[in-house]
């Protein structure tokens, strides 16, 4: 098979034209004819009819033509698989998470990222939001995936996925009997909530201050888990992701809310501004934008 035979066919035909052929292939004029007639006597047909005043590929010239588009296709995928191949990712790839995400959202974005690139070896931190965005700025870690946007200039951020907020309470309490709750309802209860720093706590308190809402008792628990599992044993009700919710099978716990839109809040991927990413990271962030359609 002439490569490159076929690859001045190509370059002809397309610029309709010899003396440009071989000025985009930086070769000869002769040598250009000498590559269409070397695949003319291959083939045993004429595949361009042309003099001064005109320039026209012949049907068969159209055959050939269209099977070697797809032949030099096929060998620059080929080349590109390979070297794919010869330069996969290696090396270490420390990711820092807020707890929501890294528990509920991570997991499944990180198998889709191993299976791809099974060399580089992956260390995840959970942590709230406030110092998972501390840490990459320190370049501890060298990517972060937190709750809600991020402010500070010193750190690049972009959303890729909405969550939705939702109120549970303790399954037998008298806000699931009630048909329609109340902003009254909402007065004088415990309630139950993350550290601060945590991107879930600060919905939650700006939420109840929103809609001046009067706390009886604050709880808190440095655990998503163990903030549903508390309400669930009737310590309190809170304001927490739907998404955990519902991966602990708690939809029995949610109260519908008609009167009070809770914030939706994004979960944001965070890189720090200053400096070139590594490849790993730069991989990891088109993955990331692939899976949830970012542009």
């Not at 709230?128 to 946007?149: M, Q, W």
């Not at 903030?227 to 009700?237: F, T």
């Amino acid at each position: 098979m002439d490569v490159e035979a076929f690859r001045t066919f190509i370059t002809v035909v397309e610029g309709k034209s010899f003396t440009k052929a071989a000025v985009t292939l930086s070769i000869s004029q002769p040598s250009v004819s000498l590559h269409i007639k070397h695949l003319e006597e291959v083939f045993g047909t004429k595949l361009i009819d042309r003099s001064p005043k005109y320039f026209n590929i012949t049907p068969t010239g159209e055959i050939v033509y269209q099977r070697a588009k797809q032949m030099m296709g096929a060998m620059e995928k080929a080349k590109e698989e390979v070297s794919e191949y010869h330069n996969q990712l290696t090396g270490e790839l420390t990711i820092g998470a807020s707890y929501t995400v890294g528990e509920y959202i991570l997991p499944s974005l990180l198998k889709e990222f191993d299976d791809s690139y099974p060399k580089v070896n992956l260390s995840v931190h959970i942590d709230n939001t406030e110092n998972i965005n501390r840490s990459v700025l320190a370049h501890t870690y060298d990517i972060g995936f937190v709750e809600g946007k991020v402010d500070s200039k010193e750190l690049k951020a972009f959303s890729f996925l909405e969550d939705e907020m939702v109120m549970i309470a303790p399954p037998e309490h008298l806000l699931h009997r009630k048909k329609n709750v109340q902003f009254k309802d909402l007065h004088n209860l415990t309630w139950i909530g993350r550290e601060e720093g945590s991107g879930t706590r600060d919905i939650m308190d700006a939420t109840l201050r929103i809609y001046d809402v009067e706390v009886k008792k604050e709880i808190t628990i440095t655990s998503n888990h163990g903030v549903v599992q508390a309400v669930r044993q009737g310590l309190g009700v809170s304001f927490i992701s739907k998404s955990i919710v519902q991966n602990q099978l708690g939809e029995e716990l949610m109260v519908h809310l008609p009167y009070i839109q809770v914030p939706k809040r994004q979960f944001s991927c965070v890189v720090p501004a200053e400096g070139k990413l590594s490849k790993n990271v730069e991989v990891l962030v088109k993955t990331v934008k692939e899976q949830f359609s970012v542009t």
